[in-house]
């Protein structure tokens, strides 16, 4: 239901709420054209980092706060439960509750997987996916790749004095247990999420310093991790669907962005030469561009005229 401030239409700019068994989801609408809805990265990381003015000029940007990332969001087995597939069940009801025919998804990093899982389980109400600086997998193998790429990142700042930090916020990602070592190590890694941090960090601080985080364990509510390969799904992915990277990306560099494009049939790669983890920041032009390229090819004809 809407709070006493939620503007009257599902799409009315502002922001809105409605309760799924009892848990609060929020979403943000920002812009006007065919309807995108935006999934943050993490799991964890407070939805706002993505917001894209760029692209509010082309679409109706519907930014999705995570369930979790909320005090009344929060699941019963909080900070566990968050899998993929109740992510994608809160993401259907806020779907149907929009009320327009299909909308495009698109995931960043930890959203990403997210939009892949409910483009391959819940195909029927999307127009397209967008996966921006994604993976097929996660476990070792994406692991070693994401250790390999920090360690060049490493050799291209050897002696830079913000790099031991960079390092020490890498270290304790997998010690993390409450919120506020969360968002330490979210703003602590952030130099090597940027192709040139160091280069342009008096325009880039103040967005290190906005990035909000709650701890979310990626364990299920029995305490199983959830780990996933979607190499053999993605073969069968039904929907139209754009494939993001940023050339310099260290967490979910172009390697992986290369394989779904190969997995996925008829899917579209966009690589952003001049960006790593945070293109949509670092080349928004170029990144709005080939997102409302996207979406405006594969809306439906009746979106694409709204």
């Known amino acids: 239901m809407n709070s006493p401030h939620t503007p009257a239409g599902p799409l009315s700019p502002g922001t809105h709420s409605s309760r799924t068994g009892g848990t609060v989801q929020r979403y943000h609408v920002h812009g006007d054209g065919p309807v995108c809805l935006a999934l943050s990265g993490g799991p964890g990381i407070h939805w706002d980092y ?6 509010e000029e082309h679409l109706t940007m519907v930014y999705v706060e995570p369930i979790g990332t909320a005090e009344d969001s929060r699941l ?3 900070p566990h439960g968050y899998t993929r597939e109740r992510y994608s069940l809160f993401l259907e009801a806020l779907i149907n509750r929009l009320g327009v025919p299909k909308v495009h998804l698109l995931g960043h990093s930890h959203g990403a997987f997210v939009a892949a899982y409910h483009g391959l389980h819940r195909p029927e109400r999307l127009a397209g996916v967008v996966l921006y600086d994604g993976a097929p997998v996660t476990g070792p193998e994406h692991g070693a790749e994401a250790g390999r790429r920090v360690e060049e990142f490493v050799a291209k700042h050897a002696g830079h004095p913000g790099l031991p930090d960079v390092l020490a916020a890498f270290s304790a990602m997998s010690s993390m247990s409450s919120d506020e070592q969360t968002v330490a190590v979210a703003r602590g890694v952030l130099p090597s999420y940027f192709a040139d941090y160091w280069g342009n960090e008096e325009r880039l601080s103040p967005f290190r310093d906005s990035i909000r985080a709650t701890y979310i364990s990626g364990l299920d509510a029995d ?3 959830e780990v996933i390969d979607d190499r053999v799904a993605l073969k069968g992915l ?14 979910c560099g172009p390697r992986w962005s290369y394989e779904m494009d190969e997995l996925i049939p008829d899917s579209r790669l966009l690589v952003l030469e001049n960006s790593g983890h945070m293109g949509h920041i670092e080349e928004p032009e170029p990144f709005a561009e080939g997102v409302r390229d996207f979406v405006l090819r594969t809306a439906a004809p009746t979106d694409a005229e709204v």
Not at 50 to 55: N, S, T
Not at 238 to 251: F, K, M, Y
């Open 50 to 55: 993505m917001r894209m003015p760029a692209l």
């Open 238 to 251: 039904a929907v139209p669907a754009l494939v993001i990277v940023g050339r310099h990306d260290v967490i």
């Open 223 to 225: 305490l199983t991790p």
């Open 76 to 78: 019963p087995s909080h």
